[in-house]
T-cell receptor, first 114, second 115 residues
C-alpha cells in the first residue's frame, strides 16, 4: 500500500540555522509534490510545488528538492526564525482521469528557538 | 478576498447523534475536498468534488459518512450515528481547477467531539 513518511519527532533548531525535513514515500509514483505549513488550530497553507521532472525549487528562504529515484523530498528552511515554528506537511499528487488527488504525510513539527 | 469558511468551528455531540458540517469554498473554485485530521496526525482524504463530475468518495470510512455539494458552491459533510472515533478536525479545501497541480486552500476546520 502507499506510504508517505515524515519524521514524527519534533525538530528543535536554533534561530539562524537551517532546518531540513524529509518526506519519503513507497509504492507511489507522484507527478508532483507540495509542501504545506500548518499552525495550531488552523488549516494548512500552501508553500511550494515541485514537479517530478524538477530537481529543486526555491522560494525566499525555502528550498525543496525532489529525488524520484530515492523516492524522497527534502524541505529546507534557511536562516530559520521563531516565526517558522509550525508543522510542515508534504503532499504527493498525481493526475487522474477524474481529476487530481493529494495524499498527505503525517507532518513534522518544527520549533525554532531564539 | 474571502477564503474558505467552515461552520461550526466547534461541535460537541453525543454518541449516536447525526452531525452536519458546512463548507463555503472560494468563489470560482471548481474543486472541493474534505479531509479528516485526528489529533497529532496528518490529513486523511475523505471525498472530493470536481465541477459536475461524480464525486470521488473513495476515502469515506463508512456508510455513515456522506457529502453533498450544490453546484460549485456550498458543501455539507454529514456523519450519521456518530461514534467516539469520529472525533477529529474536519478540514475543507478548495482549488481553482482540479486539472493541474493547483494548490489547495484550506478552511480553519470544524473540531468535532463525540462524547
Amino acid at each position: 500500500s502507499q506510504k508517505i513518511e515524515q519524521n514524527s519527532e519534533a525538530l528543535n533548531i536554533q534561530e539562524g540555522k537551517t532546518a531540513t525535513l524529509t518526506c519519503n514515500y513507497t509504492n507511489y509514483s507522484p507527478a508532483y509534490l507540495q509542501w504545506y505549513r500548518q499552525d495550531p488550530g488552523r488549516g494548512p497553507v500552501f508553500l511550494l510545488l515541485i514537479r517530478e521532472n524538477e530537481k529543486e525549487k526555491r522560494k525566499e528562504r525555502l528550498k525543496v528538492t525532489f529525488d524520484t529515484t530515492l523516492k524522497q523530498s527534502l524541505f529546507h528552511i534557511t536562516a530559520s526564525q521563531p516565526a517558522d515554528s509550525a508543522t510542515y506537511l508534504c503532499a504527493l499528487g498525481r493526475f487522474g482521469a477524474a481529476g487530481n488527488k493529494l495524499t498527505f504525510g503525517g507532518g513534522t513539527r518544527v520549533l525554532v528557538k531564539p | 478576498g474571502a477564503g474558505v469558511s467552515q461552520s461550526p468551528s466547534n461541535k460537541v455531540t453525543e454518541k449516536g447523534k447525526d452531525v452536519e458540517l458546512r463548507c463555503d469554498p472560494i468563489s470560482g473554485h471548481t474543486a472541493l475536498y474534505w479531509y479528516r485530521q485526528r489529533l497529532g496526525q496528518g490529513l486523511e482524504f475523505l471525498i472530493y468534488f470536481q465541477g459536475n463530475s461524480a464525486p470521488d468518495k473513495s476515502g469515506l470510512p463508512s456508510d455513515r459518512f456522506s457529502a453533498e455539494r450544490t453546484g460549485e458552491s456550498v458543501s455539507t459533510l454529514t456523519i450519521q450515528r456518530t461514534q467516539q472515533e469520529d472525533s477529529a478536525v474536519y478540514l475543507c479545501a478548495s482549488s481553482l481547477a482540479n486539472l493541474q497541480e493547483d494548490e489547495q486552500f484550506f478552511g480553519p476546520g470544524t473540531r468535532l467531539t463525540v462524547l
